[in-house]
């Protein structure tokens, strides 16, 4: 994918070129509104358990516009992907279940050949095995898509969603928590009544692989992306009465982190819920500059990319929000968010003024939005504090109509990154589906500075 791309959020589908496709933040899936975790669940032995799908999407996104700092790569005004999803689970013997999540498309797209290695590309999300040791203690190995978190616009305490991104119609950061790439590891729960106890590791089997990789074959599992590092993970949920905390315990070299969430219902109709990590690090412009350098992109420089302290000190995570649900069917989601390695209004100012003594501004222009696409890449926002809102109306208007929307706020400028969803349920077998986007804001603005203004997205179902 590529990580430049990522941030323009102009075309959101798959794409078929490495350098055009990752300006997708995903489709809306409902987020677990707490962090206890699940046992998972088993078919009956011997039996095989199927869901599949084909699905068409087309995108048509707005001509490119001006900006202050030029975008560096060519950008897709339409593209097409056709798709074969399955999910399926089979347990030959009780105590273990095979699972595996993979989607296979084929891509058009505006500027790019359609006999090129792009063209095809395998998203294999999951693959692995479990085995109930004893009951409700369970191993699994393999690909997982392990998910930590509570809030829904960001995720402090979801330490494997970096790199993991795959292509899809809707911008809705909630749908990722589903339709990701996993992450080989291996992992232990045990559950119990009242609360759960995990661990998980995953190995390091590649050298950190660049974000922009022009080599990289459709069919590729991406495999250097996730498992590029050694990372183990610690919790532990407890199921409270009312109250729903985790605790997480997260290690990386140079980014080892702690993690907290808690849920709590107030009524029937109000969730709060807050998600914190915090741990050693490096800002994002640090973290960003390095890994250039690390990958050997043609962009890297000694220096970092803009003016920083290059220094790791320990930098917060927050999410903090609530759900309120009004007669069971309309749902409001209102969430603060905080990223303390990200920009902050000085950061921004130095980002946008890319005049002046440069002699190759366009080097210049391509580490800058190297910088956002990195932070994209990692799902971590680039600024420092944004607000995010959500609403969901299934049944809306009539039975079979579900409507849905949401907003990114940008709290030092005031830019916007929204999206409107209808989902019409022709019957079990066909769904029909529309995505407006659009990225609002003054030119010397987070979103406002992204070269695309927004796009319309056409889906089609049909489940097998």
């Keep these: 994918m590529s990580l430049l791309a990522l941030v323009v959020a102009g075309v959101p589908s798959a794409a078929a070129d490495e350098n055009q496709d990752l300006n997708l933040i995903p489709s809306e899936i409902q987020a677990e509104p707490a962090p206890r975790a699940a046992a998972p669940s088993a078919p009956s032995p011997r039996h095989l358990h199927a869901k599949a799908f084909v699905e068409d999407v087309f995108t048509l996104a707005s001509p490119a516009r001006a900006v202050p700092v030029a975008y560096p790569l060519p950008l897709a005004t339409w593209q097409n992907r056709t798709s074969v999803d399955l999910y399926a689970e089979w347990s030959p013997r009780k105590p273990v279940r095979f699972t595996l999540s993979n989607r296979l498309n084929l891509i058009e797209q505006d500027g790019v050949d359609f006999l090129s290695r792009h063209t095809v590309r395998n998203d294999l999300r999951e693959a692995y095995v479990s085995w109930e040791l004893t009951p409700s203690t369970y191993l699994e190995a393999g690909r997982i898509n392990l998910r930590n978190g509570a809030a829904l616009g960001f995720n402090p305490t979801d330490f494997f969603k970096a790199r993991t991104l795959v292509g899809q119609p809707s911008l809705d950061p909630s749908a990722i928590r589903q339709n990701r790439l996993g992450t080989l590891m291996a992992r232990a729960q045990k559950i119990w009544s009242n609360g759960s106890v995990g661990v998980a590791f995953a190995p390091k089997l590649f050298e950190p692989s660049r974000i922009v990789d022009d080599s990289r074959v459709g069919v590729d599992p991406s495999f250097d992306a996730t498992n590029a590092a050694n990372r183990a993970l610690g919790t ?25 969430n808690l849920a709590r219902p107030f009524g029937d109709a109000v969730v709060a819920y807050v998600e914190w990590a915090g741990g050693m690090e490096a800002n994002l ?25 290059t220094s790791a000190a320990f930098r917060n995570d927050l999410a903090a929000g609530a759900s309120w649900t009004i007669a069971s069917t309309l749902t409001f989601n209102v969430e603060y968010h905080f990223h303390q390695g990200g920009f902050n209004r000085q950061d921004w100012q130095n980002w946008f003024d890319i005049n002046g003594t440069d002699l190759n501004p366009a080097l210049t222009a391509a580490r800058h939005w190297y910088i956002r696409g990195y932070a994209a890449d990692q799902q971590d926002p680039p600024s420092r504090h944004q607000i995010f809102v959500r609403a969901s109306w299934p049944s809306a208007i009539v039975r079979e109509l579900e409507l849905s929307g949401f907003a990114f706020v940008d709290l030092y400028y005031g830019s916007t990154l929204a999206q409107l969803i209808a989902n019409y349920y022709l019957s079990n077998r066909w769904t029909l589906a529309a995505y407006g986007a659009m990225n609002a804001g003054s030119a010397r603005s987070e979103r406002g500075s992204l070269p695309q203004f927004g796009s ?3 889906q089609v179902i049909a489940y097998l």
């Design 236 to 260: 532990v949920s407890l199921d409270l009465g009312n109250w729903s905390p985790q605790w997480l315990g997260y290690y990386e070299h140079d980014r080892s982190k702690i993690g907290f």
């Design 285 to 309: 412009i640090a973290q960003s500059s390095a890994y250039a350098r690390t990958t050997n992109e043609i962009i890297a420089s000694p220096q970092p990319f803009l003016p920083t302290d």
């Design 456 to 458: 319309v997205v056409l």
